[in-house]
């Protein structure tokens, strides 16, 4: 089971497999905790998005096409959103964020050495180093803050009808320098 | 291009209202340029998870996680239902990976939380294994439950007892807040009672702040349990409680 492929591990949860269930867990936990944590700076929050995306997988609630993208792709997507619901209605109850504390790249949070896509990191981390800092900045906004169209306009100062443009400049750019760091595209 | 295609980054974002959403979802399948589009931004941003850097999950995470899974109404399936009918089962339409605007936190994630703290407390206090032995905690099954009520003269207690199996040992596991401050030599007893006849299952003493928490094998008591109490007791395990109810609730 611990090396069956993700689809097919997803097709026997589907069919409540536990043990496959379990494998995909163990597989993505930390994939999925890290990125939540990394969306909302929160880990209790970052627990709770864990929690509601295997809960979903596990029940039926969320299912995945394999003719979509890759598994890994499909459950990051899940856990984006669930991450930036919870962003937006703390937001709502509390605060605006501290955006200006938050950068793309961040420093290395442990000293812990058993990565498992430190080396993936590396090579988008380099790409990202590569662009300039407002594409930095627009991406960060953008994907890791999940803000709001006219939110990215305001806060770049850009004219609304331009955010669109300048989102999709970076991330091509971004795409660009990832396939010439080393060609690591997901899956 | 039309007003509905400006709608594309923040249904990506999910901040349109769910009505907004939904029309945006219509207006995807009749303008190619939009889906293309959309799916150029899936495309664009699937590194980006990768830019995460790794931190330690909470070592409990998993436990929590499975105790809320074995909340779900599925999951008494998993011991019927045969595992090689898979392809039948695979759900054919996607639902969440469309972006919908959420609903607000529901109450069954707030008590498969609770729930997933006590299992978590039950498998630590129950294996001697490690959390990421993937056997023991499949095993973790949910027998009974009950909420335990406040007596008068405990008015803020809060109890949740549960009767879970892990392997071929039933434990009961009582974790109760808010209980009153107790004399020096007092604690608080835990009796399974089956119609008028009670049977010690667990004491404690709780923190200074009024929480407290118990497991009890359940292999020595036999019985038809209806009921689950909590006492003020001077000795732990008495035959039968000799002081007041705290807290009562049927299981």
């Known amino acids: 089971m611990k090396h ?43 627990e709770e998005v864990v929690q509601d995306v295997f809960v979903k997988l596990w029940n039926g609630t969320t299912t995945y096409q394999e003719d979509k993208g890759s598994f890994s792709s499909w459950l990051l997507t899940v856990t984006r959103n669930k991450a930036i619901d919870e962003i937006r209605r703390l937001k709502r109850h509390d605060h605006e964020p501290m955006i200006e504390k938050d950068s793309l790249i961040e420093q290395p949070g442990s000293v812990e050495n058993t990565v498992e896509w430190g080396e993936q990191r590396d090579a988008i981390r380099s790409a990202v180093m590569e662009l300039k800092q407002d594409q930095q900045e627009i991406i960060e906004l953008f994907y890791f803050k999940g803000l709001s169209q006219q939110k990215i306009a305001d806060h770049c100062e850009l004219p609304l009808g331009t955010v669109k443009g300048r989102i999709r400049l970076a991330l091509k750019h971004l795409k660009g320098f990832i396939t010439q760091e080393g060609g690591y595209s997901n899956e | 291009m039309n007003e509905q295609c400006m709608h594309l980054l923040d249904y990506f974002n999910r901040s349109l ?55 779900t109404p599925y999951s008494s399936e998993n011991e019927t239902k045969p595992n090689n009918h898979t392809i039948e089962a695979f759900p054919v339409r996607p639902k969440e990976t469309k972006p919908v605007k959420r609903r607000g936190v ?74 009153p401050k107790l004399k020096d030599n007092e604690l608080y007893q835990v009796w399974v009672i089956e119609q008028d006849t009670p049977q010690p299952a667990g004491s404690f003493t709780p923190s200074e702040d009024g929480n407290g928490s118990v497991t009890h094998s359940m292999d020595q008591l036999e019985g038809k349990w209806d009921t689950v109490a909590i006492t003020i007791e001077t000795e732990p395990n008495l035959p039968s409680p000799k002081g007041s109810i705290v807290l009562a609730g049927s299981i």
């Open chain 2, 17 to 71: 209202t769910e009505e907004e959403s939904l029309a945006f979802e219509k207006h995807l399948e009749e303008c190619p340029s939009c889906s293309a589009e959309l799916e150029e931004l899936n495309l664009l941003t699937e590194d980006l998870p990768y830019l995460t850097e790794e931190i330690d999950v909470p070592s409990n995470l998993k436990a929590k996680v499975f105790a809320a899974i074995d909340e």
């Open chain 1, 4 to 46: 069956t492929d993700d689809g097919t591990l997803y097709t026997l949860a589907a069919a409540k497999d536990r043990s496959a269930f379990e494998t995909l867990y163990d597989r993505y936990e930390k994939l999925i905790f890290s990125f939540a944590y990394r969306l909302t700076r929160d880990r209790e929050i970052a």
């Open chain 2, 106 to 179: 529901a109450v069954p994630v707030l008590a498969a939380a609770l729930v997933a703290s006590l299992a978590t407390n039950a498998y630590l206090a129950t294996t001697d294994e490690p959390p990421s032995t993937e056997v023991a905690e499949s095993n973790l099954q949910l027998i009974g439950k009950a909420l335990l009520d406040p007596q008068p003269g405990a008015d803020n207690a809060t109890a949740v007892a549960m009767m879970i199996k892990d392997n071929n040992e039933t434990v009961l596991l009582v974790d109760a807040s808010n209980l």
